[in-house]
């Protein structure tokens, strides 16, 4: 019975360090899937913040264009993007264009000379128009000849 038991002990002691090896591999596959999902769910938790911000900007969006489009059914805003915009003026009133502001009100700063510049090139949307029709017809002629 010596030589049995002997066997019994020598099996256990061997397959110590086999099943040891076995858990630790199980321990570190389970923590590689682990991490992986933890992962996997901050990516989706960022990007569910990044849809919640711009869902955020969109309704704000939406919300200043309603407002611009509720602006448009008040006759006086109408109006006045006319006059601004356009340079309409009731029967009756002078239109009056300053070339020079700085001129009126005495004041020069950076501001003042960059807006006078940037006015020098925009016209109204009629003479814009009316500019590109001479220039497709002079563009036609050119290459007729």
């Known amino acids: 019975m010596s030589s049995k ?25 389970g923590s590689i899937q682990l991490a992986s999902t933890f992962h996997t769910y ?13 869902e955020a900007a969109l309704i704000a969006q939406k919300q200043e264009l309603e407002n611009d489009i509720a602006r448009w059914d008040d006759k006086a805003y109408v109006t006045a993007q006319a006059r601004d915009r356009l340079g309409f003026v009731f029967p009756g009133e002078q239109a009056i264009r ?15 000379k960059k807006t006078d510049e940037s006015q020098k090139t925009v016209l109204p949307w009629y003479k814009e128009m009316a500019y590109s029709f001479k220039q497709a017809d002079q563009s036609d002629e050119v ?3």
Request: no cysteine.
């Open 143 to 145: 290459k007729s000849k």
């Open 42 to 54: 901050a990516l989706n938790m960022a990007e569910l913040n990044g849809l919640k911000k711009q």
């Open 98 to 112: 300053v070339e020079h502001p700085e001129a009126v009100t005495g004041e020069t700063t950076e501001d003042a």
């Open 5 to 29: 038991s002997r066997k019994k002990a020598s099996r256990r002691g061997s397959a110590g360090p086999i099943a040891f090896f076995v858990a630790v591999f199980i321990v570190a596959l």
